[in-house]
Nanobody, 126 residues
Framework: QVQLVESGGGVVQAGGSLRLSCAASGLSLTLYTMGWFRQAAGKERKFVAAINRSGGGTAYEDSVKGRFTISRDNAKKTVNLQMNRLGPEDTAVYYC???????????????????WGQGTQVTVSS
């Protein structure tokens, strides 16, 4: 059974950093593209970042490019999202997602992903 569990969320001051982690089980992570999405209160879920199977291909939403870095460790079955220079606009529940995909370019549409974690809250205070 595929399970994705996010951790690392919390409250941080504007300008600070957080590192989110996604622990995967029930799958061979080497076969999966992994993504991060976020959903602010009262808003739709939006793409944040994604990484392909090997880690050599990544994609970022424009507002986080240069501030966030996605990485993966297939042996440890973990995917991380390093978030720097956080602002109040980054406040949201962050979700880890997975899809079995062998293409180089990771998808940015949420409906492309088959498995989802329960989310972890990130709150950035001003």
């Amino acid at each position: 059974q595929v399970q994705l569990v996010e951790s690392g969320g919390g409250v941080v001051q504007a300008g600070g950093s957080l590192r989110l982690s996604c622990a995967a089980s029930g799958l061979s992570l080497t076969l999966y593209t992994m993504g991060w999405f976020r959903q602010a209160a009262g808003k739709e879920r939006k793409f944040v970042a994604a990484i392909n199977r090997s880690g050599g291909g990544t994609a970022y939403e424009d507002s986080v490019k240069g501030r966030f870095t996605i990485s993966r460790d297939n042996a440890k079955k973990t995917v991380n999202l390093q978030m720097n220079r956080l602002g109040p606009e980054d406040t949201a529940v962050y979700y880890c997602a997975a899809v079995r995909d062998r293409t180089w370019s990771p998808p940015m549409r949420d409906d492309a992903y088959d498995y989802w974690g329960q989310g972890t809250q990130v709150t950035v205070s001003s």
